[in-house]
C-alpha cells in the first residue's frame, strides 16, 4: 500500500508596519511569522506599474525586519508585502500590503497658516490614527520654539497649522500607531515661514493736537523693515511706565499715524513711544 504526503505551504507573515527612517529615509519592514518550517522570506514591493516584484530575500527564518536600500519615501508613496518560503521551496500568499505615509506642506508667502496633508496607511492591526510631531526653530537663532505632538483619529487625512510665527522653521513627521503603540513613522517635510527684517530704527516724527482736541502721533520706522503694525504707548511722566494705548497699520512709505482720543492736552502734558 502506498500513501503520498501533500506539501503544505508555508504560513503567510503578518506585516506589523513599515517605517521611514527620519535621516536615510530607508524603510523599515517589520513582520512576524510563527511557522516552524518556515527557511526565510521574500519581500515584495509593487513597481510604478502596480505589479508586485520580489525586491530581496531573507535567508533567516528568526529575521523579521528588513531595511530598504534605495527607497524614494520621500517623494513617494511606497507599499511592500512579505511571503514564506520553506526548504521544499513551497512559498506562502503575499502578506497584506503595507504603505509609507507621505506628508505635504502647504504654507503660501507670508501666510501663518500651513495646510499639512497626508495619505492613509493601510492595514495596520488595531488601527488607533496618526501622530504628527511639530517642531519649531528660529531661521537666525536656531532656538527651538516648539516641540508638540497632535494625536489625530484614523479619519484624518490633514491638519492645519496656524497662528505661526515669522522667521522660523517647522519640522512635521507623520506617524501611523495602533493600540499595541506600535508607530509606523511617515515621512518628513519642513517649511520656513516668512523671514522678516527686524526694524534697526522706529521713531516719533511728531505729535500735534489736532482741531478735535485729540492728539496725532506720527511715527516712522526704516524702509527694509517687515514691518505691518506699530503699537503706540503713553505715560503722564517722562521716563514713566508706558501704558499701552493701540497700534496702528505701517503704511507703504513705513510710517504710522494714531489718534489718541482720551487726553486732555490743555491741562495734561503727554509723553509718547513707539
Not at 54 to 82: C, F, H, K, M, R
Not at 109 to 136: A, D, H, V
Amino acid at each position: 500500500m502506498f500513501g503520498f504526503v501533500q506539501a503544505q505551504d508555508p504560513q503567510i507573515p503578518t506585516l506589523t508596519h513599515v517605517s521611514v527612517d527620519s535621516i536615510s529615509n530607508e524603510v523599515h519592514i517589520h513582520w512576524t511569522c510563527e511557522d516552524p518550517t518556515v527557511e526565510g522570506y521574500y519581500i515584495y514591493k509593487k513597481d510604478l506599474a502596480g505589479l508586485w516584484v520580489i525586491l530581496d530575500t531573507v535567508p533567516d527564518a528568526l529575521t523579521y525586519l528588513y531595511i530598504t536600500t534605495d527607497s524614494n519615501s520621500d517623494e513617494e508613496i511606497e507599499y511592500y508585502s512579505v511571503a514564506s518560503y520553506d526548504l521544499l521551496g513551497n512559498y506562502s500568499q503575499r502578506s497584506l500590503p503595507h504603505n509609507t505615509l507621505l506628508i505635504n506642506a502647504d504654507l503660501p508667502n507670508c501666510s501663518r497658516e500651513n495646510m499639512l496633508s497626508w495619505n492613509p496607511y493601510l492595514n495596520m492591526q488595531g488601527f488607533q490614527g496618526y501622530k504628527l510631531t511639530i517642531i519649531g526653530k528660529e531661521t537666525l537663532t536656531k532656538n527651538e520654539v516648539l516641540d508638540t505632538i497632535v494625536y489625530l483619529n484614523e479619519n484624518s487625512l490633514s491638519y492645519l497649522h496656524d497662528n505661526l510665527d515669522y522667521s522660523t522653521k517647522y519640522r512635521y513627521i507623520i506617524a501611523a500607531f495602533n493600540d499595541e503603540d506600535t508607530v509606523a513613522k511617515g515621512s518628513r517635510v519642513s517649511a520656513s515661514t516668512t523671514e522678516l527684517n527686524q526694524p534697526t530704527f522706529t521713531y516719533l516724527n511728531r505729535v500735534t493736537v489736532n482741531e478735535d482736541n485729540d492728539i496725532e502721533i506720527y511715527a516712522v520706522c526704516d524702509e527694509q523693515a517687515s514691518v505691518r503694525n506699530m503699537r503706540f504707548y503713553r505715560t503722564f511722566i517722562e521716563n514713566g511706565q508706558p501704558l499701552y494705548i493701540g497700534e496702528a497699520v505701517v503704511g507703504q512709505d513705513n510710517s504710522s499715524f494714531f489718534i489718541d482720543e482720551s487726553t486732555f492736552p490743555e491741562n495734561t502734558i503727554y509723553y509718547y513711544s513707539v
